[in-house]
């Protein structure tokens, strides 16, 4: 049986997504390192706007993801998310 760690390193959007879903099948086995505080960097200052559009076909599809991701969030965790 395979007892090893995964270290995620960075607690921005990306590194907490890949957390909740390892941490998810891993459990404690999973961790993750912020060097200061969660959202540090780029995601701190996000509009916090899910793009719905793009010209190209596979940034569309990635879109399309993004948003059936936080509307599984939302239900999830009853977190605040406005479509307009
Ligand atoms: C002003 C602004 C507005 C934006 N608005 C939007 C928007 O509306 N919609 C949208 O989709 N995108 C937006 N973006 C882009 C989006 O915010 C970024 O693409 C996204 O947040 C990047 O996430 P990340 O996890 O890759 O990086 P980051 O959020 O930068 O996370 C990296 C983390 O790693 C940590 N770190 C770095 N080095 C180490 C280390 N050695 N050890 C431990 N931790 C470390 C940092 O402290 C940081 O917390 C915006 C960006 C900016 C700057």
Same mark, same amino acid.
């Given at each position: 049986?395979? /007892?090893? &760690? ?12 890949? !957390?909740? &879903?390892?941490?998810?099948?891993? +459990?404690?086995?999973?961790?993750? $390192?912020? &060097?200061?505080?969660?959202?540090? +960097?780029? /995601? ?5 706007? $899910?793009?719905? !559009?793009? /010209?190209?076909?596979?940034? %569309? %599809? ?5 948003? /059936? %991701? ?5 239900? %999830?965790?009853?977190?605040? !998310?406005?479509?307009?």
């Amino acid at each position: 049986m395979n /007892t090893g &760690r995964i270290v995620i390193v960075g607690g921005g959007i990306v590194g907490a997504a890949i !957390f909740h &879903r390892l941490a998810a099948e891993y +459990g404690s086995r999973v961790l993750l $390192l912020e &060097r200061s505080i969660p959202a540090f +960097g780029a /995601t701190g200052f996000s509009g916090g706007i $899910l793009r719905a !559009f793009h /010209t190209d076909p596979a940034l %569309a %599809a990635d879109c399309a993801l993004g948003l /059936t %991701a936080y509307a599984r969030l939302v239900r %999830a965790h009853g977190a605040d !998310f406005a479509v307009n």
